[in-house]
């Protein structure tokens, strides 16, 4: 430890947490912590970053690190919207077969956005409590552990997804044009999974601009890539479908080295980085326990577009491309919240670290405060806009209507989102992830298959059965996770106290009270 660190607040620091055990020292100047990789830290260096996340005054923060979040998940759902423009220009099948894709599609993006966001808080944890060999060891254990998910993901996604597809109800070339689509995906699912993997490191640093330039890069190529591969020309022959797909996967691996290079730069990668990436036991059981449940929780996402898409099935094909649509735009409208919900995740977790209970609690309250603030002008704007909005993508009538219905039922639970959002990364940040799974259950399968049920084809309200079903199994779940994240910061800032009365007066606390669960 540094003499007269301010990681701790004022005296001596009698514990300080490394993710794995408390190790005692005399005072703040004595005394060595061991680290995962088992070398012993000295003084500590701090990693290279423009901001400093425990010290800078949380609201400059939420805004520095959230607006090229919001800025880059903008041009990646345009990114999105490119796709589903040019699949509707191939027919009204290869549209429907894109949102017949998306929940398995969207396995790949959950296991590398969990993945990322375990190793964010467990390399923002170490950084917050000065520990940068357990820093990187978690970037380098991260990277293994990332490739090894991505090769198993390849694997069983080529092998399952035409049963699944099957189940879905697709077939004919409906089933061709979504298989053509998602074959190309799973065999680029390594360089989602490392795009992801690079991002925790930059994030947990405090860096979220080096991932909005790359979406908004992508964006950019696949405006250009889309329609060249799509219909063919200079050498390249015309691949309809799964064109779209080969330009994500192209765009996805060349953001791999220009990442790359932005990770090495805040020295989490290194030279000696090759040698820390062999698979080991406790940084694997560390990542897997963060890690898993939020992917899992965000697979719950997946699963929970099945039973949408399953029973918006029941209304025909026009439904199920109505909600593709809907969604489309509904991520757009949500983007502020996306971006709150990052800062958070890189906020809370260095804070935690650092023992600071207060700028925790100050980060979670500002950031649902502007969130609201946000999506009640986001609600208005959709109302008064449904219709036109979708019929941006499509002029089909009976798309255009079913997808402003859903539009106006959504604009009522944005709210909901953003208070989902940021106490689920509040909580995967104070490293306890598993709540968000429990959550996520809940509001993707266990309540959404009976309420469906009642209210789409029990009650007959049809199709807006469905949308309103959404809406209150939504807000149910906002309400309990609001509820357990101030349970949770009660039980931290009561800890805190007994331990600061059992050092006499003095801060006994420069990292988790419990060590997290």
Same mark, same amino acid.
Request: charged share 15%; net charge positive.
């Given at each position: 430890?540094?003499?007269?660190?301010?990681?701790?607040?004022?005296?001596?620091?009698?514990?300080?947490?490394?993710?794995?055990?408390?190790?005692?020292?005399?005072?703040?100047?004595?005394?060595?912590?061991?680290?995962?990789?088992?070398?012993?830290?000295?003084?500590?260096?701090?990693?290279?970053?423009?901001?400093?996340?425990?010290?800078d005054p949380i609201p400059q923060l939420l805004v520095r690190l959230a607006v090229p979040v919001g800025t880059g998940f903008f041009f990646n759902t345009m990114f999105n919207v490119v796709d589903t423009f040019y699949g509707g220009l191939i027919s009204t099948k290869a549209l429907a077969a894109l949102s017949l894709s998306f929940p398995l599609f969207f396995i790949v993006l959950a296991l590398g956005a969990g993945t990322s966001m375990g190793a964010t808080a467990l390399i923002g944890h170490a950084l917050g409590s000065d520990n940068r060999d357990d820093a990187e060891l978690y970037a380098a254990q991260a990277v293994s552990f990332g490739v090894l998910h991505?090769?198993?993901?390849?694997?069983?996604?080529?092998?399952?997804a035409p049963a699944v597809f099957r189940l879905m109800g697709a077939s004919g070339d409906y089933l061709d044009l979504a298989l053509v689509y998602m074959d190309v995906l799973f065999a680029g699912s390594i360089f989602f999974m490392g795009n992801y993997i690079l991002n925790s490191m930059?994030?947990?640093?405090?860096?979220?601009?080096?991932?909005?330039?790359?979406?908004?890069?992508?964006f950019f190529l696949n405006l250009a890539l889309d329609p060249w591969f799509m219909y063919g020309g200079f050498g390249i022959p015309a691949m309809g479908i799964g064109g779209i797909a080969l330009a994500t996967v192209m765009i996805q691996a060349a953001g791999n080295l220009y990442l790359l290079g932005r990770v090495r730069r805040t020295g989490l990668l290194s030279g000696r980085?090759?040698?820390?990436?062999?698979?080991?036991?406790?940084?694997?059981?560390?990542?897997?326990?963060?890690?898993?449940?939020?992917?899992?929780?965000?697979?719950?996402?997946?699963?929970?577009?099945?039973?949408?898409?399953?029973?918006?099935?029941?209304?025909?094909?026009?439904?199920? *491309?109505?909600?593709?649509?809907?969604? %489309?735009?509904?991520?757009?409208?949500? !983007?502020? +919240?996306?971006? &709150?919900?990052? @800062?958070?995740?890189?906020?809370?977790?260095?804070?935690?670290? *650092?023992?600071?209970?207060?700028?925790? %609690?100050?980060?979670?309250?500002?950031? !649902?405060? +502007?969130?609201? &603030?946000?999506? @009640?002008?986001?609600?208005?704007l959709v109302m008064a806009t449904a219709a036109p909005l979708v019929g941006l993508f499509t002029d089909d009538p009976a798309v255009v209507a079913r997808g402003a219905g859903f539009l106006r039922v959504e604009a009522l639970v944005l709210g909901a989102y953003v208070i989902l959002y940021v106490n689920n990364s509040a909580l995967q940040a104070l490293q306890r992830p598993a709540f968000a799974l429990w959550i996520g259950l809940f509001r993707q399968i266990l309540a959404p298959v009976p309420v469906f049920?009642?209210?789409?084809?029990?009650?007959?309200?049809?199709?807006?059965?469905?949308?309103?079903?959404?809406?209150?199994?939504?807000?149910?779940?906002?309400?309990?996770?609001?509820?357990?994240?101030?349970?949770?910061?009660?039980?931290?800032?009561?800890?805190?106290?007994?331990?600061?009365?059992?050092?006499?007066?003095?801060?006994?606390?420069?990292?988790?009270?419990?060590?997290?669960?």
């Open positions: 430890m540094n003499r007269g660190s301010d990681r701790c607040d004022p005296g001596p620091c009698l514990f300080r947490y490394t993710g794995f055990r408390r190790h005692k020292t005399k005072n703040a100047g004595a005394g060595t912590a061991m680290s995962p990789n088992g070398s012993r830290n000295g003084t500590i260096s701090r990693m290279k970053s423009s901001v400093d996340l425990i010290r991505a090769l198993l993901l390849t694997a069983v996604g080529l092998a399952t930059l994030n947990a640093a405090g860096d979220t601009k080096s991932f909005r330039n790359f979406l908004v890069t992508g980085s090759w040698r820390l990436m062999a698979p080991r036991r406790e940084p694997f059981r560390r990542l897997f326990g963060q890690g898993f449940p939020a992917s899992l929780n965000m697979l719950t996402v997946s699963l929970g577009i099945f039973v949408i898409t399953w029973f918006a099935g029941r209304f025909g094909k026009e439904a199920v *491309a109505a909600y593709g649509i809907g969604t %489309r735009i509904e991520q757009i409208v949500l !983007l502020p +919240a996306m971006g &709150l919900n990052v @800062a958070v995740l890189s906020l809370v977790a260095q804070n935690f670290g *650092a023992g600071k209970l207060a700028r925790v %609690r100050e980060a979670l309250s500002r950031a !649902l405060r +502007a969130g609201l &603030l946000m999506m @009640a002008a986001g609600t208005v049920w009642l209210l789409a084809l029990r009650l007959g309200w049809g199709l807006p059965g469905i949308w309103w079903g959404v809406a209150l199994v939504t807000w149910s779940a906002a309400a309990v996770s609001m509820l357990y994240t101030r349970r949770v910061m009660r039980e931290l800032e009561a800890e805190a106290d007994l331990l600061l009365a059992a050092n006499g007066g003095a801060p006994a606390v420069s990292g988790p009270p419990t060590g997290g669960k």
